[in-house]
């Protein structure tokens, strides 16, 4: 192995036996003892007549000699990977090929054997490769995969910048905050595919030791940041390894029945009795301090399955109200909530290392229910009365500090608040909103200023802002849309008792609600036949100024600003020139707002700054 003519020192050896010996003699013994005298090399008559063959084709020596090595090398990868070894066979052929692991153009030989046999590479090399990034790159899976196991935190190196982009991707952040989805297997499907997804699973490989390293990564992610969206991909590569047939994953991870039951009610936004018993039997076989407990809970908080637990329980809650029971004495309803209540406690239950399953708060079950349920109730009874074209007297359902503290604490009192009026929106049910917008505001306003830029999120705030997503995603469909133009206490109520009293408290909100008028106002005024329908929008100058003075800019940094610069200033140049200018807003409705787009104006286009 000495007199190989490869690897770092060959060119030294070379030139020391041209130095210390005549060169004739030199390159003799190199042939000698190189194989390189062999008659088909050297003596044979047509080897010496293909190359001036070449050479008439401008061939160098170089491409010629490269090709036969790429050839070579060719045939002894698949000899490598397809001839049948023994242990000792093995042993023999790795001893012949390590020395080529530092030979460029030659390393990928040893590194195939190795990918044969991974458990059986040697230690020295197991470290040499993670600590060589050229070696570690080009090596087969199954290489890279024993050196992960070795190394945990190369493996946590290399899966950081995998789980970033499916965490900051922007569709699986905005499927995060949709709290009603309209096409949820479709919704799966996507989100499923995603690159990361089989990239991980690639990674993984069905290796319990490294599938265990992403969950507890994974787990630890989610601790700092509190950001659901980690829940999320820890339940669909959960489902993505089930749908893959990976049993060696599937097999041992125990959230794997309940994950598999949770995805089949996804997809129909429904929890059916068959798999609620289901369910409950998998928590059953659960001890009660059980550290798995912690995975549950984050599984539970996957945004997508959080909020078809809030869907089911408010339907539950209604099923409850129409048949006249307390909605503390329905057992499945109670169970329902604790589910979800169990999902809100992810991070702390992690945190803290406390597994046992929390209750749902008195105030929520006792106060908030008795509340929401009334709601319920006074909804119900007032449809009944327009059906029978009756007076509609409603009751006073109040909303006590007790109620304010709920949607303060528990994030079960907030989900199903936000379901509730959601499903209000859709209905167009005004005498609703009205009633149940104004908590939301009050609710922000005793949580605000919020910085959405911190390491940590605030489970509060963001359930705030899907809910401002939805609502606004809802708000922006033909129907809701039209009725909200054209009914001027409907857009009173919407307007002046959340959207814009709530962009004073909250930059996500904020930003939201003017994205929302620039997109309403270009879908409906340019269209051209809205009619009437589009005079809903002579009062949007008194709207943008509002929310231009009233900006919480004291978490606007200076790029937000002049991205919401370029907004207002898009949504005024849109309001002068769409339907020949008939929505443009009135100067003295907006001096402070013209004065902030101004500049902007300026130097997107110097010869017109006005209106």
Known sequence: ????????????????????????????????????????????????????????????????????????????????????????????????????????GLRELPLTL??????????????????TEALFK???????????????????????????SYITDPDIVRLSNEMSIEQPAKVIT????????????????GITVLYNYLGTYLRSLYVQTNDAVYCTLRFDLLMAMHEANMGSITNVDPCHELVWNLDACNRTMSMDERRVANIRKFFDKVGRDDPVHGDIAMILND????????????????????????????EILIWTATMLNLGAHARRIIQQQKFRIPKVEAIVTDK???????????????????????????????????????????????????????GKLHELDIHALARTLPYITTSLRRNSPYDYNGVTSDALHVTYRSFFHSFLGMLSRQVQLTKFLVNRKLQNIIMSDLLLPC???????????????????????????????????????????????????????EKKELELQEVYADIL???????????????????????????????????????
Request: glycine content about 4%; some cysteine; proline content about 5%.
């Open 190 to 205: 996507q989100r499923r595919s995603h690159p990361s997804i089989k990239i991980l699973m690639e990674f993984i490989g």
């Open 303 to 330: 945004p997508f399955t959080s909020n078809m637990i809030a869907s089911r329980l408010l339907d539950l809650l209604n099923e409850a109200t129409q048949n006249g029971k307390p909605a503390q004495s329905e």
């Open 114 to 131: 190795l990918g044969r046999f991974p458990d059986k590479i040697p230690k020295k090399y197991v470290d040499k490769i993670a600590t």
């Open 503 to 557: 962009a004073e408290l909250d930059t996500s909100a904020y930003e939201q609600i003017l994205g929302f008028l620039l997109e309403s106002f270009r879908l409906v005024v340019s269209s051209g036949k809205a009619g009437t329908i589009a005079d809903g929008f002579f009062s949007l100058g008194r709207w943008l100024e509002h929310l231009y003075v009233n900006r919480p800019k004291q978490y606007l940094d």
């Open 368 to 422: 908030f229910l008795t509340m929401l349920t009334n709601c319920i109730l006074d909804d119900t009874l007032g449809q009944l009365k327009r059906e029978a074209e009756e007076n509609v007297e409603y009751e006073i359902v109040e909303f006590t500090e007790d109620n304010l503290v709920a949607l303060n604490d528990s994030e079960v009192a907030r989900k199903l608040l936000c379901h509730y009026i959601l």
């Open 1 to 104: 192995m000495e007199d190989r003519l490869l690897g770092p020192r060959a060119g030294e050896k070379i030139r020391d036996m041209l130095i210390k010996q005549n060169p004739g003699t030199a390159i003799q013994q190199i042939k000698d003892r190189h194989g390189l005298n062999h008659n088909n090399l050297n003596n044979t008559n047509h080897i010496q007549a293909i190359y001036p063959l070449l050479d008439f084709h401008n061939k160098t020596r170089f491409e010629v000699h490269s090709s036969c090595m790429k050839a070579l090398k060719t045939k002894l990868l698949h000899k490598l990977e397809t001839t049948p070894m023994d242990d000792a066979r093995f042993e023999s052929t790795l001893k012949q090929m390590l020395p080529y692991i530092d030979v460029e």
């Open 138 to 164: 080009i090596a087969p899976k199954e290489v890279q995969r024993r050196i992960w196991v070795a190394h945990s935190a190369k493996f946590r190196e290399d899966i950081i910048p995998v789980v970033r």
């Open 573 to 611: 140049a849109d309001a002068s020139t769409l339907s020949q200018g008939k929505y443009r807003p009135k100067p003295e409705d907006i001096p402070e707002l013209m004065r902030h787009v101004q500049s902007f104006w300026e130097k997107r286009d110097p010869m017109d700054t006005s209106l």
